[in-house]
C-alpha cells in the first residue's frame, strides 16, 4: 500500500532531523522542505499526486499552529488510510502538488534507468530487499494482503504533545506511593519530580545487591537506572533530592567502610574510574546542576567519548580497564548510577550531540521533565520530620543503605544475586517486548527512534526489579503486580523521551524561535492585537531575538513551520503608533 503525505506533514516531521547535520531541514534549515521533496523525486523514491490530501491536527494544537499524529487507542485496531476525523479536530485540504505519494518498485515508469542513481552493487543489494519483502511471509507483505492493518501496541503510548500526555503514574510505587504524594505537598512540586528522583535514589542503593534477568539461568544485567531531570531553575529540585537523599546520607554516615564514598557530584572522568576501582566499587553520581558536569571538565571536548564509553559500559555491567605507562586495571563488579537534574537548554545541548545518541549514552537514560507549579505554590505548614509516613520512609530507606556490601576479596567489586521473573512477570513482559519491538520496526511509531526503543524493555525489567525489592528486600522472583506497575512507569517515561526527542527544540535556534512565539502570544492576547510589530520584538522582546537581523532569522524559522505569517494591514499600537511590517501567530 502507499502511503500519501502532505508538505503540511512532512515539514512537521523535521522538527527531528539531528542538529549536528548541518544539512538538514531540522538544524538551520539551509534545506526547505521543498527543496527535500524535489530530492526524492529525482530518486523516483515519491511523486506528485493531483488528489488533495487531509491532514488531521487536534484543535487545541491547530490554536498553536502546531501540527501533530493523532493518538492511537490502545484497545483498538487502526487501519492505515485515514478515517474522517472525529469531533473537535480541524481538516485542512491541501491542493496538489503539495501532496505526494511514497513510490514502490513495481509502479516506477517505464522508461527509469537505475543506473543513474544507483551502482550495480545497489541495484542487486534492493532487489534481495524488495524480493525479501515481496515473500508471503513477510511481516510488511502479510500487512498488505490483510488491507494493511497494524496493531498497536498495548502498553506502549504513541507520541503526543505534552499538553496531552497522561499524569504520571504515582500509584506504580506500591506503598511508596503515599510518601511521593506527602513529599510533593510539602515541597510544593509535582509528583513526577519526586517519582523519578526516588527512582535513581532506589537504583543507586539496590545495584549494590541484585541484578536482574528474564533468563532462568544467566547473570543478569545491573539494576542501575540512569535518570535525566529536565526542570529550569525556581522548581525546587535540590530541596525534593534532599528530602529523598537526607536518610541515606544518615546511614552512610554511621558506617566506616567504603560506602562512604558512595554519593559523588562533582567528578571528571579520571576522578570517577579511579574511584570506582580504588575507593567504592559501587557509586551514586548525584549532578544537583546538570550544567556542571555537561559543561564542566568531565564532559569537555577531549573527554566527553571517554565519559560516554564508562558509562555505557557500566550501565551493562562490564568491567572497567585502565591501563597506563607503570599499571593496569582491569576491574570487575563495579556499579554506577545517575541522577542529572538539568535545565532545558543544557538538556538540548547534551541530547543534540550526535555523539552522544551514537555512543548510547542518551539511549542509556531516562527521561523526565515535570510540569511546574510555579505560580501556583502557596504557602503551606507541612513539617515531614512529624509525619508518620515520611518517618517510615526513612527508616526503610536508611535500613537498604546501611545493608552490609558482599564484596569479592578478588576482584574489589561486589557480588550480586540475580532476581529472575515469575511466570505472570515473564509473560507481561515478553508481551511488552514484542510490541516495542514492532513500533520501533520500519513503519512502527517509534521507528525514528529504535536505537531507544529497542533497549527499553529492559529498562522496564530493571524498574520491575527496583519496585521488588522495595516490597521485599529478600525477593527472588519479581511478581507479575510489580511488572505491570513497572509497565505502567516505563510506558510513562517511554512518552516522555519520544515527547522530547519530538517536540523539543533540536537546537538553539529552535529554542530561541520558540521563545519569541510565546512572547508574540502573549502579547497579542495583553494587547488585543491581530499581529505584533516586528520592531516591538527586537526593542521590547525577549533578549534572543536581538538585534533586528536575529529577530529577522527567528521569524524566518517559524515562518517555515507555518508557526506565523507577515501580516499585510497596518495596525495601531502603542499610544497611536502605527506600524506596516508585522507578524501574526497562527491560529490567534
Known sequence: MKKKTSMKEVSSASNIQAPDSPQEIGVKRKLSVRELMAKLRANRECREIEEPVDVHIEADEAEAGEESAQPYDHDEEQVIEDEDADDGEHNFTEDAPLSYEIDSASDLDDDYDPETWMTSDEMEAQANILSENNSPSHPRRVAEDSEAV??????????????????????????FAPVIKLIATAVQVDVELVGSSLLGVFSALAQCFINVSSRASDHGCPVTVNMLVIAPSGERKSSTIDKLINPVYAAINRIKDERRSMIVQDV???GLIVGLIMR????????????????GHAMSRDNVSRFLGNVASLFSGEPLTRTRVDEHHYAQGRRLSVLLFTQPIVAMDFLSSELVMQQGMGNRFLYSQPPSLLGTRTHVDVELDDEPVYQQFCAKIGALASLPWKIDSETGGINTRTVRMSSGAKAAWVQFYNKLEMAAGPGGDFASHSGYVARFAEQVMRIAALLAILDDMNVQHISEDAMLRAIDLGDYYLGTAMNIFNVAPANKDEAAAKTLLDSMRN????????????????????RCARPIKRTKELLAILEARGEVSEYKQAIVYDDNKRSSDNYAVTGL
Open 268 to 270: 571528571t572522568v579520571d
Open 280 to 295: 567504592c566499587p559501587a557509586q551514586f553520581l548525584l549532578a544537583l546542576e546538570g550544567a556542571s558536569l555537561l559543561g
Open 523 to 542: 502579547k497579542c492576547v495583553e494587547l488585543g492585537l491581530k499581529a505584533i510589530p516586528v520592531r516591538t520584538m527586537y526593542k521590547n522582546g525577549p
Open 150 to 175: 497494524i496493531t498497536k501496541p498495548a502498553n506502549v503510548t504513541a507520541h503526543q504533545p505534552r499538553n496531552q500526555r497522561r499524569q504520571y503514574p504515582v500509584d506504580a510505587f506500591g506503598t
